[in-house]
């Protein structure tokens, strides 16, 4: 194995070029280093206006996603010798307005997580006095793997239909909502439906399924959207059958 | 454009959101700010994993809840705060429940506890192994649905605005403008978690820098017991990546290199093959990492390229209990050792983890400075003493942060509005970072060399086992590195998203932070907790059953004064394990 490792990493300063460029560093290749301590060697040792968020470097706060080599990544969960002998190539998540070097705007991604109303809704709520809502091992199961959701937008980025189209509420904000719907304590599947059933909601995908393979938490939003399609669909024909009834 | 509002929380993790929501449901008329240097849902709450403690099971009961948490912080604990503390701590994860965190269950629907290190009972709450994961995005997702919460996301803040004693708003910078603003507002709310960062080995994620404990200490505020740091006794080497003491509790062994568990040789109880409540494996954080240290001067450790190590033994437990209570530490396991639990042992280390210490406050979250108001792990209360044990800092940042926000939502109704002249003040520090940071350019020396030597001093002087000698060359280390910082290297002038820019500013909180930790070591002349002076071996009840408090001099070291502790119903005693 050589002992280093080249990092092409993507530059952009706003105040200096008006698109990005790349820089290269040769960094140490070492067996348990991830790309994002390649990352930090640079901007320790190297040079110290590199930016890139991070912060946990063990795949649960979502921060340091980039694009590795043409593929969206958690950079603290992804080893350099998998790139060896290099060169690795450094980008920020495709899909995204690019702040600065590796770092990407989310304003859309946390707007679009609120208008899915990812909270308990209940008719009645229970006092804290009268104890849990009790839930089985089997119904908590319905929708874990949809809980799993780190929100480090991988599948936003792999998504081409948000590439296309920016309006479209995307893979993690859909599997939040279905998070909820499916939780057995939840009674807001109806205030979600208006959102949902949007076309910029779930008909606008049109299952490619990269967001499902591009997730690093094995949550299945390609599975999650197309569950719900069959949901939106049945109420609407409810609806048209009973426009007077509940859906 | 400055802003305004009623409360201003800094810090989104699991304390701040509490207590954002707790100002929204204690009067929705007043407008809420959360403002982070990160996004809500990267919060270091986030890396918490094992669980969370509240009495419900009908065989435990809220005292031995509270004697637990008392003599598992060596007396040190304010006991009307732990009292408090086991009242809502259950009271506060039902609430959690109720917003929807997935907490595991009994087959029949019912909250499922497991065992934790040093509690007598089964009462820590769990979502498997991801707690802090599935609390922090409940808090933030639930948050959400309070139209007076407004965040500031990516805004960090750089100074309190202080008049005549009185905390009334914040300075903050957006990272993705450049942008410096005051916020103004009735109260502070500090909830911006601990410090690990200041060591060079330790679970903390990159934004542990401390900046709330700095920010109060520069206004005035008492830092309290900033001695006591916690070891974890399970880190992975290199990384410093937690494994949980969840991985103990399901019954998981530690090993020396002769496949021994050592434990039995440190008055922790004797080697039963199944998890013993307080006891082996399940003794005190403090006692298993001070274990560790005399192993490796017996020479019974296993050498790794990152040091000395022991292992963990979970091969026993089998892939089934594994995959369903432990999923997180198989893949941490996998990804970052390349190993596999269910069939190898796991080298692990002691591993610097959570600050006891931190910013003063009563058991209402208010500092002694009118207006400002501290949770979590930013806030020594103190519930956890001299150590804190495993899964009671999850409820003790629901419990304060609620109650931290409900005082601050009752004091910011009567309080006046910030008088004008915090302005002046607004702009005074707009005009340090702008010229004395981001005009520096060419320093002597890089930040990150500073930053390690810290690191250093730290791991040398104040880790594991200290002594009077090292403490003091350290306090003089720490002086002149202060200096050296104030002309480090900042070669990134922009605007946009300068994380050199941060971790200047994160650099000079640390410092100060460090220099706090050692002289407040300095002066406990006495051993207790996870505080072990070799010069003192023994607890000192009748000279230091006592806070240590600091505060900051003009001259910038701290003047450590003492402050006695609460007791209410467990005078002081022996710690007793295993037996």
Same mark, same amino acid.
């Given at each position: 194995?050589?002992?280093?490792?080249?990092?092409?990493? %993507?530059?952009?300063?706003?105040?200096?070029?008006?698109?990005?460029?790349?820089?290269?560093?040769?960094?140490?290749?070492?067996?348990?280093?991830?790309?994002?301590?390649?990352?930090?060697? /640079?901007?320790?040792?190297?040079?110290?206006?590199?930016?890139?968020?991070?912060?946990?470097?063990?795949?649960?706060?979502?921060?340091?996603?980039?694009?590795?080599?043409?593929?969206?990544?958690?950079?603290?969960?992804?080893?350099?010798? =998998?790139?060896?002998?290099?060169? #690795?190539?450094?980008?920020?998540?495709?899909?995204?307005?690019?702040?600065?070097?590796?770092?990407?705007?989310?304003?859309?991604?946390?707007?679009?997580?609120?208008?899915?109303?990812?909270?308990?809704?209940?008719?009645?709520?229970?006092?804290?006095?009268?104890?849990?809502?009790?839930?089985?091992?089997?119904?908590?199961?319905?929708?874990?793997?949809?809980?799993?959701?780190?929100?480090?937008? $991988?599948?936003?980025?792999?998504?081409? @239909?948000?590439?296309?189209?920016?309006?479209?509420?995307?893979?993690?904000?859909?599997?939040?909502?279905?998070?909820?719907?499916?939780?057995?304590?939840?009674?807001?599947?109806?205030?979600?439906?208006? #959102?949902?059933?949007?076309?910029?909601?779930?008909?606008?995908?049109?299952?490619?399924?990269?967001?499902?393979?591009?997730?690093?938490?094995?949550?299945?939003?390609?599975?999650?959207?197309?569950?719900?399609?069959?949901?939106?669909?049945?109420?609407? #024909?409810?609806?048209?059958?009973?426009?007077?009834?509940?859906? | 454009?400055?802003?305004?509002?009623?409360?201003?929380?800094?810090?989104?993790?699991?304390?701040?959101?509490?207590?954002?929501?707790? &100002?929204?449901?204690?009067?929705?008329?007043?407008?809420?700010?959360?403002?982070?240097? &990160?996004?809500?849902?990267?919060?270091?709450?986030?890396? %918490?994993?094992?669980?969370?403690?509240?009495?419900?099971?009908?065989?435990?009961?809220?005292?031995?809840?509270?004697?637990?948490?008392?003599?598992?912080?060596?007396?040190?604990?304010?006991?009307?705060?732990?009292?408090?503390?086991?009242?809502?701590?259950?009271?506060?994860?039902?609430?959690?429940?109720?917003?929807?965190?997935?907490?595991?269950?009994?087959? =029949?629907?019912? /909250?499922?506890?497991?065992?934790?290190?040093?509690?007598?009972?089964?009462?820590?709450?769990?979502?498997?192994?991801? +707690?802090?994961?599935? $609390?922090?995005?409940?808090?933030?997702?639930?948050?959400?649905?309070?139209?007076?919460?407004?965040?500031?996301?990516?805004?960090?803040?750089?100074?309190?605005?202080?008049?005549?004693?009185?905390?009334?708003?914040?300075?903050?910078?957006?990272?993705?403008?450049?942008?410096?603003?005051?916020?103004?507002?009735?109260?502070?709310?500090?909830?911006?978690?601990?410090?690990?960062?200041?060591?060079?080995?330790?679970?903390?994620?990159?934004?542990?820098?401390?900046?709330?404990?700095?920010?109060?200490?520069?206004?005035?505020?008492?830092?309290?017991?900033?001695?006591?740091?916690?070891?974890?006794?399970?880190?992975?080497?290199?990384?410093?990546?937690?494994?949980?003491?969840?991985?103990?509790?399901?019954?998981?062994?530690?090993?020396?290199?002769?496949?021994?568990?050592?434990?039995?040789?440190?008055?922790?109880?004797?080697?039963?093959?199944?998890?013993?409540?307080?006891?082996?494996?399940?003794?005190?954080?403090?006692?298993?990492?001070?274990?560790?240290?005399?192993?490796?001067?017996?020479?019974?450790?296993?050498?790794?390229?990152?040091?000395? @190590?022991?292992?963990?033994? $979970?091969?026993?437990?089998?892939?089934?209990?594994?995959?369903?209570?432990?999923?997180?530490?198989?893949?941490?396991?996998?990804?970052?050792?390349?190993?596999?639990?269910?069939?190898?042992?796991?080298?692990?280390?002691?591993?610097?983890?959570?600050?006891?210490?931190?910013?003063?406050?009563?058991?209402?979250?208010?500092?002694?400075?009118?207006?400002?108001?501290?949770?979590?792990?930013?806030?020594?209360?103190?519930?956890?003493?001299?150590?804190?044990?495993?899964?009671?800092?999850?409820?003790?940042?629901?419990?304060?942060?609620?109650?931290?926000?409900?005082?601050?939502?009752?004091?910011?109704?009567?309080?006046?509005?910030?008088?004008?002249?915090?302005?002046?003040?607004?702009?005074?520090?707009?005009?340090?970072?702008?010229?004395?940071?981001?005009?520096?350019? %060419?320093?002597?020396?890089?930040?990150?060399?500073?930053?390690?030597?810290?690191?250093?001093?730290?791991?040398?002087?104040?880790?594991?086992?200290?002594?009077?000698?090292?403490?003091?060359?350290?306090?003089?280390?720490?002086?002149?590195?202060?200096?050296?910082?104030?002309?480090? +290297?900042?070669?990134?002038?922009?605007?946009?998203?300068?994380?050199?820019?941060?971790?200047?500013?994160?650099?000079?909180?640390?410092?100060?932070?460090?220099?706090?930790? #050692?002289?407040?070591?300095?002066?406990?002349?006495?051993?207790?907790?996870?505080?072990?002076?070799?010069?003192?071996?023994?607890?000192?009840?009748?000279?230091?059953?006592?806070?240590?408090?600091?505060?900051?001099?003009?001259?910038?070291?701290?003047?450590?004064?003492?402050?006695?502790?609460?007791? +209410?119903?467990?005078?002081?005693?022996?710690?007793?394990?295993?037996?």
């Amino acid at each position: 194995m050589p002992d280093q490792i080249t990092m092409r990493v %993507a530059r952009y300063r706003p105040e200096q070029e008006d698109t990005p460029t790349f820089d290269e560093y040769d960094v140490p290749l070492r067996k348990d280093w991830a790309v994002l301590d390649g990352l930090n060697y /640079i901007k320790d040792e190297l040079d110290g206006t590199l930016s890139y968020r991070w912060s946990c470097r063990m795949g649960i706060c979502g921060s340091c996603g980039a694009t590795v080599n043409g593929e969206p990544k958690l950079t603290c969960a992804t080893f350099l010798t =998998d790139y060896a002998p290099g060169p #690795v190539r450094i980008e920020p998540l495709a899909n995204f307005p690019i702040i600065r070097d590796l770092v990407v705007e989310l304003t859309d991604f946390m707007h679009k997580l609120g208008k899915v109303r990812p909270w308990i809704i209940r008719d009645e709520e229970q006092t804290v006095e009268e104890g849990e809502y009790l839930q089985t091992p089997a119904e908590l199961e319905e929708y874990k793997q949809f809980s799993m959701c780190i929100n480090c937008m $991988l599948c936003y980025s792999a998504c081409p @239909v948000y590439g296309l189209d920016p309006e479209f509420l995307g893979p993690a904000a859909i599997a939040l909502a279905q998070r909820y719907n499916l939780d057995s304590r939840d009674e807001g599947a109806d205030e979600r439906l208006t #959102v949902l059933s949007q076309p910029e909601g779930v008909w606008g995908c049109t299952y490619v399924g990269e967001c499902s393979r591009a997730c690093p938490k094995g949550v299945d939003p390609a599975g999650a959207i197309q569950r719900y399609k069959l949901t939106a669909a049945t109420a609407a #024909v409810k609806s048209l059958l009973m426009p007077w009834g509940r859906r | 454009m400055n802003a305004w509002h009623d409360v201003i929380i800094v810090g989104g993790g699991g304390a701040g959101l509490r207590a954002a929501i707790a &100002v929204a449901e204690t009067d929705p008329s007043l407008s809420v700010a959360v403002v982070s240097k &990160v996004y809500p849902m990267r919060s270091h709450t986030v890396s %918490a994993e094992g669980g969370a403690a509240g009495a419900i099971r009908s065989d435990d009961s809220l005292d031995e809840h509270a004697y637990d948490t008392v003599s598992g912080g060596d007396w040190l604990c304010d006991q009307d705060a732990v009292e408090a503390f086991v009242v809502e701590a259950p009271r506060e994860l039902l609430r959690l429940e109720h917003w929807g965190c997935p907490w595991s269950r009994e087959a =029949d629907g019912h /909250i499922a506890v497991r065992p934790f290190g040093g509690m007598k009972k089964m009462r820590t709450w769990f979502a498997a192994d991801k +707690t802090g994961f599935h $609390l922090l995005h409940t808090l933030f997702q639930t948050s959400l649905k309070y139209p007076s919460i407004t965040r500031y996301d990516e805004w960090q803040v750089t100074r309190l605005l202080v008049d005549e004693g009185r905390v009334c708003g914040v300075v903050a910078l957006e990272l993705m403008s450049g942008r410096i603003e005051a916020i103004t507002g009735k109260a502070v709310i500090l909830a911006t978690g601990g410090c690990g960062r200041i060591f060079p080995f330790t679970t903390n994620a990159a934004i542990k820098t401390g900046d709330g404990m700095a920010l109060a200490y520069w206004a005035g505020a008492a830092l309290k017991d900033m001695e006591f740091v916690q070891y974890h006794p399970t880190g992975l080497p290199f990384t410093g990546i937690l494994i949980t003491e969840a991985a103990r509790a399901e019954g998981g062994w530690l090993l020396n290199k002769d496949g021994y568990r050592y434990l039995q040789d440190y008055n922790l109880g004797k080697p039963e093959p199944g998890p013993v409540l307080r006891s082996m494996e399940l003794g005190p954080r403090d006692r298993l990492s001070q274990a560790f240290v005399h192993e490796v001067e017996k020479g019974r450790t296993i050498d790794s390229p990152y040091g000395p @190590v022991v292992h963990l033994d $979970l091969r026993h437990l089998g892939a089934k209990v594994i995959d369903s209570k432990l999923p997180f530490v198989r893949e941490l396991c996998h990804k970052y050792e390349n190993i596999d639990p269910v069939h190898e042992l796991v080298p692990v280390r002691p591993v610097v983890h959570y600050m006891m210490g931190g910013v003063h406050t009563d058991i209402h979250g208010a500092t002694g400075l009118p207006g400002l108001y501290a949770a979590g792990e930013v806030a020594c209360v103190s519930i956890n003493g001299a150590n804190r044990l495993g899964s009671n800092s999850l409820p003790e940042l629901l419990v304060f942060g609620a109650r931290a926000g409900q005082a601050a939502a009752l004091y910011a109704v009567d309080a006046a509005p910030p008088p004008a002249a915090v302005e002046a003040q607004a702009a005074d520090e707009a005009r340090r970072l702008e010229r004395d940071l981001l005009g520096r350019g %060419a320093g002597r020396e890089r930040i990150s060399t500073i930053r390690s030597q810290m690191q250093s001093i730290m791991e040398d002087a104040a880790g594991i086992y200290r002594d009077g000698d090292t403490l003091a060359k350290a306090a003089d280390k720490l002086r002149e590195l202060r200096e050296r910082a104030a002309s480090a +290297t900042i070669d990134d002038a922009s605007r946009t998203f300068n994380t050199e820019l941060t971790a200047a500013l994160e650099l000079t909180a640390m410092i100060d932070l460090a220099e706090t930790m #050692v002289h407040s070591a300095l002066h406990r002349e006495e051993s207790r907790g996870a505080h072990q002076r070799t010069d003192f071996p023994a607890r000192d009840d009748e000279r230091f059953l006592a806070h240590s408090m600091a505060y900051r001099e003009p001259a910038g070291s701290p003047r450590i004064e003492h402050l006695p502790v609460t007791i +209410t119903r467990w005078p002081p005693g022996e710690r007793v394990y295993g037996r």
